[in-house]
């Protein structure tokens, strides 16, 4: 079955870091990729997308390029603010068959931005 | 109506009893999914929903678990003869269609189930 993995957290940065979190994923055919995040006290929202290989996903500074060689979609900042602390998820899209239509979630990394 | 409404936020429940949880998608959505998320781990698919029906049930950890939902609006998950291992913070999401790629979930706040 389709599956996504993150890299463990939590993540503590200072302000102005550049920040990485590693995505991997296994999945048949052409998923498409999500990043979501979460904010203190809020929903899970969608933060970028990817949906073929090569495409880059870029908002609010964040960008993450869908690698179909390496199977991975790894969310990238250049300089990271307070405000980014969040918890962000990497999710895909099964292409195809029973898992159509729905999101698989990596576990999640928490990032903490200090000033 | 803004977005995605789950209630009650917060739920304590003595083991062996019956609970239902509320989710009122945006207005127009036609998908809908339920996922829990246990304390320190990612988001587990439940089920989701295509109008009234379900294509994929695969999520449903037992038959303890089910979910309905009604004139392609309001869903409620019950969970039967609820055990500890079911504490856990059950979130429902919405999508214009189904195509995840042309039409994001939205995500309500949840509602933190509590099995004592």
């Known amino acids: 079955g389709n599956s996504v993995t993150q890299m463990e957290g939590p993540v503590t940065l200072s302000e102005e870091a550049f920040l990485t979190i590693n995505c991997t994923y296994t999945?048949?055919?052409?998923?498409?990729l999500f990043w979501y995040v979460q904010y203190p006290g809020e929903g899970l929202q969608l933060l970028l997308k990817?949906?073929?290989?090569?495409d880059k996903g870029s908002n609010k500074g964040f960008e993450a390029t869908y690698r179909k060689e390496t199977t991975s979609f790894h969310l990238e900042k250049g300089s990271v603010q307070v405000s980014d602390s969040a918890v962000y998820f990497c999710?895909?899209?099964?292409?195809?068959?029973?898992?159509?239509?729905?999101?698989?979630f990596g576990q999640g990394t928490i990032l903490t931005v200090h000033p | 109506g803004a977005g995605v409404s789950q209630s009650p936020s917060n739920k304590v429940t003595e083991k062996g009893k019956d609970v239902e949880l509320r989710c009122d998608p945006i207005?127009?959505?036609?998908?809908l999914y339920w996922y829990r998320q246990r304390l320190g781990q990612g988001l587990e698919f439940l089920i989701y929903?295509?109008?009234?029906?379900?294509?994929?049930k695969s999520g449903l950890p037992s038959d303890r678990f089910s979910a309905e939902r009604t004139g392609e609006s309001v869903s409620t998950l019950t969970i039967q003869r609820t055990q500890q291992e079911d504490s856990a913070v059950y979130l429902c999401?919405?999508?214009?269609?189904?195509?995840?790629?042309?039409?994001?979930?939205?995500f309500g706040n949840g509602t933190r189930l509590t099995v004592t």
């Open positions: 999710a895909l899209r099964g292409a195809g068959g029973t898992s159509y239509g729905k999101l698989t």
């Open positions: 929903f295509q109008g009234n029906s379900a294509p994929d």
């Open positions: 999401a919405s999508s214009l269609v189904y195509r995840q790629e042309t039409s994001p979930l939205h």
């Open positions: 990817a949906t073929k290989a090569d």
């Open positions: 207005s127009g959505h036609t998908a």
């Open positions: 999945a048949t055919g052409y998923p498409s």
